[in-house]
C-alpha cells in the first residue's frame, strides 16, 4: 500500500490522530493538561497580538500623514507618530514572547507525548511472542519506531506551531477586514488564500511522485556505492572495478534525472504561488487605493490591508513542504500505532500466581506442539525431570530438542497436554516468576555492545561486584578478561564481535550462574569451546547445577554421559531413553550417533 493509499483512508487518519490526542491529553496528569490549556492561551494571545500589529503601523502613518499634512510643529513628530511607533515594536516583542511562551510550556507535553508512546511500544514488543519476532527485522521495528517517534515531533512542529496558528489568524485578520472596512477586503483576502492553499496542496500531490522517485533512486545510489566499497575485496579479486563505477553512474544518472524534475516542479510552484498572491496583492492595493484617492480610505488603510495579506503569505509559504511532511508523518505514525495493535500471543491467565519452586521437579505430559498446523513438532512426548537431576536430549536437526526449551520457558504454549513444575501447570503462574527461576544458556549467543562486565552482570542487575567476578570465575573466562587492557570494561562490539565464539559462550554462562536460578536449561552450552575448556566448564556446570534440575539439549554425546537419563527424539517422538551405557547397550539410534562422532572425532586427529 502506497503512503498516499494510507494517508486518504480517513478512519485510519482519524484513529491515528486520535490515539496521538490521548498522549497529547493524558489522563490523570493535570500537570500536562493545564500546559496544554495555557499553551492555547498564549498561541491565542500571540495571534492577537500580532493581529494589532499591522493596526499599530496604520496608526503611524496615519499621524505621520497627518503631521506632515497639517505642517506641524517638529514637536509633534516625537509626540503621536513616534508613540505609535514605539507601541509597534512593543506589540510585535509581545506577540514574539507569547509565541515562545507558547512553545516553552508546549515543549514539555511534546516531548512527555513522544517518550510516552516510544516507551509503550518498546515494553508491547518485548510482550509480544517469539512468533512475532521471529517473523519481523529486528532492525525494521527499530526504524519503525524511530520514524514514529519523529512523526508525532513533525506533525506537531506544522500543526500546531504553524498550520492551527496561520488559520487562527487568517480568521481574525478577515474579521478585522469584515468590520472595518468594505466586505470586498475580506472576501479578496480569504479567496486570495483559499486559491493559494488548493493550488499549493494540488501541486504538492503531483510533485510528490518526483520526489518519491529522486528520493528512491539516491537510496539505489547509496546502497550501491555502500555495497561496492564493502565487497573491496570482492571488486579487486575480479577486476569489476569498471563495472561497479558503470552501475553507480546508471544509478546517479537516475537520481539526476529524478532531481531536475523536482527542482523545475518546485519553481512551477513557486511561481503559481507568485502568481496568486500578487493578484490578490493588487486587488486590495488597487481597491484601497481608490479609497485613498476618494478620501474614504487613509494612506494607513492601504498600508494595513497590504500588510495583512503579506503576513499571512509568509507563514504559508512552506505549506507545499508541510503538507507532505504531515502526510508522511501521519503514515509513521500509524506504522508505529499498529505496533501496538498487535495482540500478546502468550498471555497470563487473570488469576496466574507466582511459580512456587520448592524441589524443582519439571514433567512433560503427553505434550503436543507445532508451529504450524502442517508440521508436528512434538508428538505425544512425556518425560519427569526429578528435582536436582540432569536430563540430556538429543537428537537429529529438527527433531524437536530445541522446543522443549521454548516451551518450558513458555516463549510458545503447548497445544495439547500440559508442563509442571513442582505440580504447577506453568500456564497458570506468571511469566515473570517462571523465567526468573530459569536459567537459560543458548547455544547462539548473543551479547550486548556493551562492556564484558555489563553482560555478565545482566544476569543479576544488582549483583555484586564481588558476585559478577565469581561467576566468571566458575565460568573459566575471569583469567581472560583479566589479561585485556581495559579488564571488565572492555566492549564486546556488536553482538559480541570482538569477543571469539568460546569467549561469547563462556559470558554467557557466567551471567546464567550469577543468575542463580533453580532450574537449568543448557542448549548447546558448550558448543564453541575447545576441548579442554570444555572439560573444564563442564566440571564448573555439574558443581553448580549439582542440587538443580537441568535439562540440557546437547549435539555433542560426550557431554552427557553422566547424565540421569537421556532422551533421544526423532520426528517429535522419545525412540528411546535411559542411560548412556543403557543406551550405548540398546544399539539403536543413540550407539549409531555415539560411533559416528567418535568417527568423526579420529579423522579430526
Not at 501541486?203 to 510528490?208: I, Q, S
Not at 579479486?237 to 534525472?257: C, I, P, S, V
Request: charged share 20%; proline share 3%; glycine share 6%.
Amino acid at each position: 500500500m502506497r503512503p498516499t493509499e494510507i494517508f486518504l483512508d480517513k478512519p485510519v487518519t482519524l484513529r491515528t490522530v486520535g490515539t496521538l490526542i490521548h498522549y497529547l491529553w493524558p489522563p490523570k496528569k493535570q500537570g500536562m493538561r493545564w500546559r496544554v490549556i495555557v499553551a492555547i492561551l498564549f498561541m491565542i494571545a500571540a495571534k492577537l497580538t500580532n493581529i494589532c500589529v499591522p493596526l499599530l503601523y496604520k496608526k503611524a502613518v496615519d499621524a505621520l500623514d497627518f503631521t506632515i499634512a497639517s505642517r506641524g510643529k517638529p514637536t509633534d513628530l516625537l509626540v503621536l507618530p513616534l508613540a505609535f511607533i514605539f507601541c509597534y515594536g512593543a506589540v510585535r516583542v509581545g506577540a514574539q514572547i507569547f509565541g515562545e511562551l507558547k512553545d516553552a510550556l508546549f515543549a514539555r507535553v511534546e516531548q512527555r507525548a513522544i517518550r510516552t508512546v516510544a516507551l509503550h511500544t518498546f515494553r508491547h514488543l518485548h510482550r509480544l511472542g517469539l512468533r512475532f519476532h521471529l517473523d519481523r527485522k529486528t532492525g525494521a521495528l527499530g526504524r519503525i519506531i524511530e520514524r514514529g517517534t519523529n512523526g508525532i515531533e513533525t506533525l506537531l512542529r506544522f500543526m500546531i506551531f504553524n498550520i492551527f496558528p496561520t488559520l487562527l489568524e487568517i480568521v481574525f485578520v478577515a474579521a478585522v477586514l469584515w468590520f472595518m472596512y468594505d466586505h470586498d477586503f475580506a472576501i479578496i483576502t480569504l479567496a486570495t488564500l483559499l486559491a493559494y492553499v488548493v493550488f499549493t496542496l494540488v501541486m504538492t500531490e503531483w510533485r510528490t511522485h518526483f520526489v518519491r522517485q529522486m528520493n528512491a533512486n539516491n537510496n539505489e545510489a547509496s546502497t550501491k556505492s555502500l555495497d561496492s566499497l564493502l565487497n573491496y575485496e570482492t571488486v579487486k579479486y575480479f577486476g569489476n572495478e569498471d563495472h561497479e563505477a558503470r552501475r553507480y553512474d546508471q544509478a546517479l544518472e537516475k537520481y539526476e534525472t529524478a532531481a531536475v524534475k523536482t527542482k523545475i516542479s518546485l519553481s512551477y510552484l513557486n511561481i503559481g504561488q507568485g502568481i496568486i498572491i500578487s493578484l490578490g496583492l493588487v486587488s486590495v492595493m488597487v481597491i484601497a487605493a481608490l479609497g485613498v484617492m476618494n478620501k474614504t480610505l487613509t494612506l494607513g488603510d492601504f498600508v494595513l490591508v497590504n500588510t495583512y495579506l503579506v503576513q499571512l503569505y509568509l507563514p504559508l509559504n512552506i505549506l507545499g513542504f508541510a503538507y507532505r511532511e504531515i502526510k508522511m508523518s501521519l503514515v509513521n505514525m500509524e506504522q508505529m500505532f499498529s505496533l501496538l495493535q498487535e495482540t500478546e500471543e502468550i498471555q497470563d491467565h487473570p488469576k496466574a500466581s507466582r511459580l512456587n519452586v520448592t524441589k524443582g521437579e519439571i514433567v512433560f505430559d503427553h505434550v503436543m506442539f507445532a508451529y504450524n498446523p502442517d508440521r508436528q513438532i512434538l508428538d505425544d512426548v512425556s518425560f519427569t525431570i526429578p528435582a536436582g537431576q540432569m536430563v540430556a536430549v538429543v537428537g537429529a536437526s529438527g527433531a524437536g530438542k530445541s522446543t522443549l526449551s521454548r516451551l518450558l520457558f513458555r516463549f510458545y504454549d503447548v497445544r495439547e497436554g500440559r508442563i509442571t513444575i513442582d505440580g504447577q501447570d506453568i500456564r497458570a503462574v506468571t511469566q515473570q516468576s517462571l523465567r526468573a527461576a530459569i536459567g537459560m544458556v543458548p547455544q547462539d549467543t548473543v551479547l550486548f555492545n556493551d562492556t564484558v562486565y555489563y553482560n555478565i552482570a545482566y544476569g543479576h542487575p544488582h549483583a555484586t561486584e564481588e558476585d559478577v567476578i565469581e561467576a566468571a570465575r566458575l565460568a573459566r573466562i575471569h583469567d581472560f578478561v583479566s589479561s585485556l587492557p581495559e579488564g571488565y570494561q572492555t566492549i564486546v562490539g556488536e553482538r559480541g564481535l570482538k569477543l571469539s565464539g568460546g569467549e561469547k559462550q563462556r559470558v554467557a554462562i557466567a551471567r546464567t550462574l550469577l543468575k542463580k536460578p533453580k532450574i537449568f536449561i543448557f542448549d548447546e552450552a558448550t558448543s564453541a569451546l575447545d576441548t579442554n575448556t570444555e572439560k573444564a566448564i563442564q566440571k564448573s556446570l555439574q558443581e553448580i547445577s549439582e542440587n538443580c534440575t537441568t535439562l540440557m539439549i546437547a549435539h555433542r554425546l560426550s557431554t552427557i554421559i553422566e547424565a540421569n537419563e537421556i532422551l533421544v527424539l526423532d520426528q517429535g517422538k522419545i525412540k528411546e531413553r535411559g542411560t548412556h551405557q543403557h543406551l550405548l547397550n540398546l544399539e539403536g539410534l543413540y550407539a549409531q550417533m555415539w560411533h559416528q562422532q567418535l568417527k568423526e572425532r579420529e579423522s579430526d586427529c
